[in-house]
């Protein structure tokens, strides 16, 4: 695949869009930005600042920028266009991807769950649809910092299904490290039980740093995961290994006592200060969260396998009372939850 000629439309310019997206555009990809509101507004106005916990901190200027939130714009010229909005919005972008996209264009999800490119095959027939894993945290800037910032604040490799020849290398840029896999679904499955996680940052308020230094929370997540892993085993999947641990030691690992947890998730535990998790974005800005893609998900396993899920169920419910009261984050403490 030639690299420089590649058109690549990002459809969701928020964190991962625009974190993904300014990688590409800071490497000389040819990158469209499709989003909305008050990003396109601040990335026409001051540009973006794309930054990460390496020490990168570099500058795309607004004239250098192709952002509009207009779908026919963005799309209709894409060779490859990333899927980057959240899991209730994917029916929607797949509908402007059918109106809009060509049909040899290649769509990639970057999200999170383990359904959304199943959605984007079902309405995207004439397109080539490959799933995506994205391991890291991006922080947004606060309203009013200028330019809009996005931050990665924890490591890791995005992960893509194989089948396109040069997809990685055409993606894969400085600052964002890319693997073809040809185990997507486990890999899917596996990034979904470090998910789990995203609703106990949302429920406590507290950053994933604090948040897992604290072994309350750690054993609510490792039930949480005892639980997914007794359903997946029933349904008869395997979760890949992503991390430097077999799936299946996590909950082990996760209720060892503070200084031991410390020291042996060092790697685990490289994360910025400021990373929360996507589901506390949702809550903080009053958006429907994504709780139905991801504890939902292993809900639904857990009731055809017939595998009981009660902490599962218990932290789906206290996220959509918080998702419902749209107060923000509720900050319970893990007696709470
Ligand atoms: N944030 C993170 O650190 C991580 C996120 N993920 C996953 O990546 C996916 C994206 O998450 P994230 O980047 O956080 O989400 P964001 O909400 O930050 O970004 C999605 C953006 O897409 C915009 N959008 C939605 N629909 C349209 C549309 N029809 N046209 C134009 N723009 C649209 C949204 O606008 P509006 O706000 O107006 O709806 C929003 O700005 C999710 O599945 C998430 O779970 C995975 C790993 C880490
Ligand atoms: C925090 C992270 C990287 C892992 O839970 C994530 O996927 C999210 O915020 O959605």
Same mark, same amino acid.
């Given at each position: 695949?030639?690299?420089?000629? &590649?058109?690549?439309?990002?459809?969701?310019?928020?964190?991962?869009?625009?974190?993904?997206?300014?990688?590409?555009?800071?490497?000389?990809?040819?990158?469209?930005?499709?989003?909305?509101?008050?990003?396109?507004?601040?990335?026409?106005?001051?540009?973006?600042?794309?930054?990460?916990?390496?020490?990168?901190?570099?500058?795309?200027?607004?004239?250098?920028?192709?952002?509009?939130?207009?779908?026919?714009? =963005?799309?209709?010229?894409?060779?490859?266009?990333?899927?980057?909005? &959240?899991?209730?919005?994917?029916?929607?972008?797949?509908?402007?991807?059918?109106?809009?996209?060509?049909?040899?264009?290649?769509?990639?999800?970057?999200?999170?769950?383990?359904?959304?490119?199943?959605?984007?095959?079902?309405?995207?027939?004439?397109?080539?649809?490959?799933?995506?894993?994205?391991?890291?945290?991006?922080?947004?800037?606060?309203?009013?910092?200028?330019?809009?910032?996005?931050?990665? =604040?924890?490591?890791?490799?995005?992960?893509?299904?194989?089948?396109?020849?040069?997809?990685?290398?055409?993606?894969?840029?400085?600052?964002?490290?890319?693997?073809?896999?040809?185990?997507?679904?486990?890999?899917?499955?596996?990034?979904?039980?470090?998910?789990?996680?995203?609703?106990?940052?949302?429920?406590?308020?507290?950053?994933?740093?604090?948040?897992? $230094?604290?072994?309350?929370?750690?054993?609510?997540?490792?039930?949480?995961?005892?639980?997914?892993?007794?359903?997946?085993?029933?349904?008869?999947?395997?979760?890949?290994?992503?991390?430097?641990?077999?799936?299946?030691?996590?909950? &082990?690992?996760?209720?060892?006592?503070?200084?031991?947890?410390?020291?042996?998730?060092?790697?685990?535990? $490289?994360?910025?200060?400021?990373?929360?998790?996507?589901?506390?974005?949702?809550?903080?800005?009053?958006?429907?969260?994504?709780?139905?893609?991801?504890?939902?998900?292993?809900?639904?396993?857990?009731?055809?396998?017939?595998?009981?899920?009660?902490?599962?169920?218990?932290?789906? =419910?206290?996220?959509?009372?918080?998702?419902?009261? &749209?107060?923000?984050?509720?900050?319970?403490?893990?007696?709470?939850?």
């Amino acid at each position: 695949m030639a690299r420089q000629e &590649k058109t690549i439309a990002v459809a969701g310019a928020g964190s991962i869009g625009c974190y993904v997206g300014g990688c590409l555009a800071l490497a000389g990809r040819k990158v469209n930005f499709l989003g909305r509101g008050r990003i396109v507004e601040a990335m026409r106005r001051d540009g973006l600042r794309v930054s990460d916990l390496d020490g990168r901190d570099r500058r795309i200027d607004p004239e250098a920028l192709a952002v509009t939130d207009d779908p026919a714009m =963005a799309l209709r010229n894409a060779d490859i266009v990333l899927v980057t909005v &959240k899991s209730g919005a994917t029916e929607e972008m797949a509908a402007l991807l059918a109106a809009h996209a060509r049909p040899d264009t290649i769509v990639v999800s970057l999200q999170n769950g383990v359904g959304n490119a199943d959605k984007l095959r079902a309405k995207l027939p004439a397109q080539r649809v490959l799933a995506g894993m994205v391991p890291f945290n991006v922080v947004q800037s606060p309203d009013g910092e200028a330019p809009f910032r996005v931050h990665r =604040a924890s490591e890791g490799k995005i992960m893509v299904e194989e089948g396109v020849d040069g997809l990685a290398g055409l993606l894969g840029v400085e600052g964002l490290g890319v693997e073809a896999r040809s185990d997507m679904k486990a890999v899917q499955w596996s990034k979904l039980l470090m998910n789990l996680n995203n609703a106990l940052v949302a429920l406590s308020g507290l950053p994933l740093t604090r948040e897992l $230094a604290d072994r309350r929370w750690r054993r609510i997540l490792a039930g949480q995961i005892d639980e997914a892993l007794a359903a997946m085993k029933a349904a008869g999947m395997e979760p890949a290994r992503i991390t430097g641990l077999p799936p299946s030691l996590l909950p &082990k690992l996760l209720r060892l006592p503070d200084w031991l947890f410390g020291l042996l998730a060092r790697r685990m535990l $490289a994360i910025d200060p400021e990373a929360r998790s996507s589901m506390w974005d949702d809550l903080e800005r009053r958006r429907p969260t994504e709780i139905d893609d991801l504890q939902g998900a292993v809900l639904s396993l857990a009731k055809q396998t017939g595998t009981p899920a009660p902490t599962i169920e218990r932290v789906a =419910a206290l996220v959509r009372q918080a998702e419902s009261e &749209k107060r923000g984050p509720p900050g319970l403490t893990p007696e709470k939850v």
